[in-house]
């Protein structure tokens, strides 16, 4: 520890969540910016050591791809089995960057060709990030966007099953929110669509439910409740429930005022069956990103 705390100097304290504790601070030697991340070891049921060393397994794994944020150094304190992420630092995540500029089309279509490509090397890596959302994404002064916060991913599987209690409830896809446990990579570009469409609407979310019942009917509202036709399967998830109201399905065409390149993505993306959600990959050669159109 004695070591660590030589090399790096935290400074101020700029997030605190649930496992972790975020500092801003410096390289002593360099003075260069850091972020150090704190991640606290409980032992539960639910977190276990082994899901607190993922994010830095993770990390590893991923650490030479441009849209990904770099983890420059990593250390487990032997006494209390904290674990400590050193970063490169990066100024603004894309939720400060929406509230401090009024976000342009062309930057959108900038911001979501980088998530894609981080997200698409994710899943090139067997990894689902599982809580992309505004504030887990960085933009660095020169343009650049990184995708952060590994803590709540997992590696993908065809039979795998996962907890629901996954991404933040607005970010959170349809399967989850149905209970679904066997997801896939699919889930994070729901997430994915939720920021673009967000990035559209200049900053505000697309569905910001105030309950998870609320979220749900949400999501049915705007493109129909869900039946055995477009999703078999569906009425058999375990919190599916028979007095669901049957929205209409509407053609949403017009989802959001834009031009059809941008709303054609869009509208691959937020597919509530997930086995006909766009991959990453199939995003970046959509026409959206080779139009000229914003
Ligand atoms: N490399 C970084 N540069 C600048 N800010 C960061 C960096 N990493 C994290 N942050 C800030 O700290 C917050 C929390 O970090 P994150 O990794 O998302 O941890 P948590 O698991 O607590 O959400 C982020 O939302 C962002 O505001
Ligand atoms: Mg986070």
Redesign the pocket.
Same mark, same amino acid.
């Given at each position: 520890m004695k070591h660590f705390e030589e090399k790096y100097e935290k400074s101020v304290k700029?997030?605190? #969540?649930?496992?972790?504790v975020?500092y801003?601070g410096k390289i002593t030697e360099t003075e260069q910016p850091i972020?150090i991340?704190k991640v606290k070891y409980y032992n539960n049921r639910d977190w276990t050591y082994e899901d607190a060393i993922q994010e830095v397994v993770f990390l590893k794994t991923l650490g030479d791809h441009e849209n990904i944020?770099k983890m420059y150094d990593n250390y487990v304190d032997a006494s209390t089995q904290n674990i400590y992420l050193v970063?490169?630092?990066?100024?603004l995540?894309l939720k400060?960057y929406m509230n401090k500029y009024t976000i342009e089309r062309a930057k959108t279509k900038n911001f979501m060709k980088q998530i894609l490509q981080g997200l698409e090397y994710c899943h090139s890596k067997m990894i689902m990030h599982r809580d992309l959302k505004p504030?887990?994404i960085?933009v660095s002064k020169d343009g650049t966007v990184k995708i952060?916060?590994f #803590?709540l991913s997992k590696e993908a599987g065809e039979k795998k099953k996962h907890t629901t209690e996954v991404c933040t409830m607005w970010y959170r896809p349809i399967e989850a929110l149905l209970g679904c446990a066997y997801y896939t990579y699919s889930l994070d570009i729901w997430s994915a669509g939720c920021i673009f469409a967000e990035m559209l609407r200049i900053g505000i979310p697309i569905f910001p439910g105030d309950s998870e019942i609320d979220q749900i009917y949400m999501i049915f509202r705007t493109f129909g409740t869900p039946d055995e036709d477009e999703w078999p399967g569906v009425t058999s998830l375990p919190d599916y429930k028979k007095h669901f109201p049957k929205w209409p399905k509407i053609i949403s065409e017009k989802l959001l005022k834009t031009n059809k390149e941008t709303n054609g993505l869009l509208l691959k993306m937020l597919v509530c069956n997930p086995a006909h959600r766009i991959t990453a990959s199939e995003s970046l050669d959509h026409e959206y990103f080779s139009c000229d159109n914003n």
């Open positions: 700029i997030a605190e #969540g649930t496992y972790g975020v801003v972020v991340k944020v970063f490169e630092f990066v100024s995540t400060q504030e887990n960085l952060c916060d #803590g």
